[in-house]
Each structure stands twice: as C-alpha cells, then as structure tokens.
C-alpha cells in the first residue's frame, strides 16, 4: 500500500552504511558474532554498523546467502531488556539511520536499556543484493494518471508492464524470496546473531505488518511489540490501497480547509470547496503544459502527497499554490518537487523493493477490467490519488513471480503489545489499528484523536510519547473500554510560513524525514 519507501536523504544512508503461517524450526544465521563499528554521523554519534549472512530461501539455509545491513545503538544502562528491533516501513524503507532517532528521541531512561537495532530489509539500501528494477522509472514527465483517453492508458499499461518485466529479467532468482515472511524470518537471524532469547520491536507503517508476521510466527521471541500507524492485514494489498485512495482524499480536503482558514495569508478565498477547484485547474493547466518541463499532473500529485503524511509540510505546498494562481510563478512548486516529491525521495531502489514486497505477498487481480472498474469507481468518489495510486501498484497485475497466501496475524500467544493510530491517517487509515488491536489478544490501542499524521509517536505528542515510554521501560499498557484503550489529542495543526524569504522545507519533524510514505 501506499506507504512509499523512506524518505531517508541518499546523503544519510550513504553516512550510516494469506492463510495462516506455520513457523518453522528457526534457521538462524551462522551465531558467529557481528562485527560492529563505529559509523556515526553528525546527528548520532553513537551509531555502530555490522552486516549479516541469511539465507536467500529460509526453507534451504545451506544454500545461497545474502546480506543485510544492520546499525545499533548499545544500551548503557547496567542492565539491559535487550535489542529494540526499529523499521520505518515502506516496504523497502531504509531503518539504519532509525535507531539513531529512536534513541536519541527516547526518554534517556528508556533508551540506556536497550541495543537498539536498525535493518535495511532484504534488497533495501545497503543489503546486498539492492534491487533497482529500471532505473529512472519516475523520471519526468510520466503521462497523467487519469487514463481519460486510450491512449494515456496504454501508456500507463506499458510502463507497468515493462518495470515488471524488467524485475524479471534482472531478479528471477531473487523476486521469489522478497516477501514480508521472508524478511520476518530475517529479523529473527538478526535475534540469534544477537544472542537473544527475545527481541523487542518497534515498526512504524508497512513496519506494523512486518511485526504483526514476525509475531505470528515467533510469538514467544516477543519482548515487547509496538505498532504505529497500522496496516490491516485483512486487506494486504489490493483492498487496503483502495482504502487508501479514500484516506489520501480527506487529506488533501484537510489542507484545502486549512488554507481556506489562512486566506489572509495565501488570498485563496475561504470556501474549501472552491480552493480544491483551483487546485485541480491548475492540475490540468500542469497536464497540459508542465511546470519548468519537469512537474506536470502526476509530478503535482507526488509533490502534494507528503503532505498527506505530514502537516509540517502543509505551508510550504500553499505558498507553492498560491505562486502558482496568483503569479503564475512555477518556481516554488518546481523546487518542492525537487526537495519533497514522494516518488524522488523513494528512489528507484525502494520503489522495486516496494513492488517486490507487495506483489509477492497477497494475489493481485491479474484481469486489467478489474482494476479499471475499481479506479474509475473510486475516482467518481475520490479523485486526487486514485489513478496515481492504481499506477504505482499496476506492475503487481502483470508480476512474473506468483504470489504467497496472506498471513493470518491473528495472535492469542502474545505478551501484551501496544499500538498507536490517528483517527485522520491517510496511509493507513484508523480501521486497521481497530482491526490489529482485535486480532492482537491482550493488546492496546491509543488513539490521537483528530490527528492526520502518519507515524505519530516521538514527534512531539507529549501524551503518546509517555504511553510509549511507560510501555518500554516495564511493559504498561492502557486499559479502557471500547475500541480504543487510551485517547490523546492531536497536536495542533502549523501555522503559515513567516513573512520573508521561505526556509527550505526539512523533510518533516525529525522522525518523518526517515519514514515510508507509502505504508
């Protein structure tokens, strides 16, 4: 689903280096010890690196292997709950620089107990093999998204249907080996190599699922499991992208309710209704002529959807709006493409990671009719990313690699995990933290209550980031009644940019700069 791959800069990663699952007897990597060193950065010193040996076929550990990379953080305290396995989600989002911020961000207390461990999966980053299907699949300008005649949808059918033959030619031996069972069982070669009984997880977005299978099939190698932003398994993938479209709709309508809250900053007016119909005029003016040669329609949508996943960014898109109407100044929407556009930030290697993942997990409607049915219904109901979206996953309608069955994460074995959703979350909508919180026995849920951010915890929310402390330092959970076990509220929405030169737009708060935007 729609949680695209990290947003981590290239700069930073360079710097850190179906039915239900059976679980089979663990076929760890060779215990052999792991060979940390030093590979801090700027923002955390701390950092060490090693890399793991794993076996590319978990069911045939004597044969070829691969190589994750790996980071941590050690724990200082005299005694330790042992390593806090973090993933920022994606699939295909790199985790190296993510135990540096979850240990850094966490109460000092808290983190001084843990290794906290940070993973490039299997083909992501610095894992070897990294996958990079076709290079420069995103390069501008891609046709637009709406197939509105014949021939703009051939032209999105044959984009699909060459970068899935390209995964194909390149990766035959891999693709049947990049799923989330498979990385799962990673995670607990990475437990052996520790030399733990148990690991303890945190995993933001696609991360939850992740966790939510590592569980399943190792329920009693589980510490402690936190889940942020949470994926429903039910509907991995084709049903929960369609969810998606909705969520990514009331998103955007948000941010046209907040500019129409600021006219007197942006002079857009005040009726929502009428800024989102200047914003889809000037969608199609960018269809017809794109901005600087680089951003039209589908580069406009990939600028706007981060904002989707975080407010932060919501100034610095109405500033490039307003420009664009009441100047017609390109310039500013130009540069957000370039610092912000989700596509770019995923890169090509976690982009074929993600359709790898996804289209390898859970069976895809392989008869192109279905998929144009359901895009165009949704788009009669929610037309911002419903096509965009359809053409990021349709490479999984023509995938040469079949897919698995879906995991069944329900989960009785469990200690009690802990889970944290916004009510207003677009990539992973409020009903698959419900839907986890039921099948995850003993669990918790906490609920930010009018928020839309994806990724929620250690970003400033004072009152989830004690539940998740609390939970962390010695297993407390929240016990409520009714869906939701503890309510927070949201934190307050931005404030539009200061008058003068605009800063450059960072990459989120602290945390959203290393998490998956398309689950």
Request: proline fraction near 9%.
């Amino acid at each position: 689903m729609r949680t695209r791959a990290a947003l981590l800069s290239a700069a930073a990663a360079a710097a850190v280096l179906a039915g239900s699952v059976t679980a089979a007897p663990a076929q760890a990597a060779r215990p052999a010890g792991l060979g940390w060193q030093k590979c801090g950065t700027a923002d955390y010193p701390r950092l060490e690196c090693a890399s793991l040996e794993v076996p590319l076929d978990h069911a045939r550990p004597s044969g070829r292997r691969i190589t994750l990379a790996l980071s941590r953080v050690p724990h200082t305290a005299p005694a330790s709950q042992g390593p806090l396995l973090v993933n920022p989600g994606g699939p295909g989002g790199s985790g190296l620089a993510l135990a540096g911020f979850v240990a850094s961000a966490l109460p000092k207390g808290v983190a001084a107990r843990y290794d906290v461990i940070g993973f490039d999966p299997r083909g992501v980053g610095r894992s070897r093999p990294a996958l990079d299907c076709a290079p420069g699949h995103f390069t501008p300008v891609r046709p637009d998204p709406v197939p509105a005649t014949p021939a703009l949808e051939r032209a999105g059918l044959d984009r699909a249907r060459s970068f899935a033959a390209a995964c194909g030619r390149k990766y035959a031996d891999l693709l049947p080996h990049l799923d989330t069972v498979s990385a799962a069982r990673d995670l607990d070669a990475v437990r052996s190599a520790l030399g733990a009984p148990r690991i303890s997880y945190f995993g933001y977005s696609y991360g939850t699922y992740l966790g939510a299978v590592y569980a399943k099939l190792f329920p009693r190698r589980v510490h402690r499991l936190v889940l942020d932003s949470v994926v429903d398994p039910t509907g991995v993938w084709y049903r929960d992208n369609l969810a998606q479209d909705h969520a990514f709709d009331d998103r955007h309508r948000a941010l046209m309710a907040w500019i129409a809250r600021y006219d007197t900053a942006y002079g857009l007016g005040r009726d929502p209704a009428r800024i989102e119909a200047r914003w889809y005029a000037m969608r199609a003016a960018l269809a017809k002529k794109p901005a600087a040669g680089r951003v039209g329609a589908a580069e406009l949508e990939d600028t706007f959807v981060p904002g989707a996943y975080f407010n932060g960014y919501w100034p610095y898109l109405a500033e490039a709006f307003a420009a664009y109407v009441h100047r017609g100044d390109t310039g500013p929407l130009v540069k957000l493409y370039r610092d912000l556009a989700a596509v770019d930030a995923a890169g090509d290697n976690g982009y074929s990671v993600y359709t790898a993942v996804q289209c390898r997990d859970a069976p895809w409607p392989r008869d192109w009719n279905r998929w144009r049915a359901d895009g165009w219904g949704v788009y009669a109901k929610a037309p911002l990313m419903a096509w965009n979206n359809a053409w990021y996953n349709a490479p999984c309608a023509f995938w040469p690699t079949g897919p698995r069955r879906p995991v069944d994460t329900a989960n009785g074995a469990l200690p009690p995990a802990l889970l944290f959703q916004a009510t207003g979350d677009a990539a992973t909508p409020y009903a698959g933290g419900v839907t986890v919180h039921r099948l995850l026995a003993r669990s918790s849920l906490v609920v930010e209550e009018g928020g839309g951010n994806h990724g929620v915890t250690l970003s400033g929310n004072t009152c989830l980031d004690e539940y998740l402390a609390a939970y962390l330092d010695d297993g407390t959970v929240p016990r409520g009644a009714g869906p939701a076990d503890a309510v927070c509220a949201a934190s307050p929405d931005p404030k539009p940019l200061p008058d003068g030169p605009a800063p450059a737009p960072a990459r989120g708060s602290a945390l959203h700069g290393l998490l998956g935007v398309r689950p």
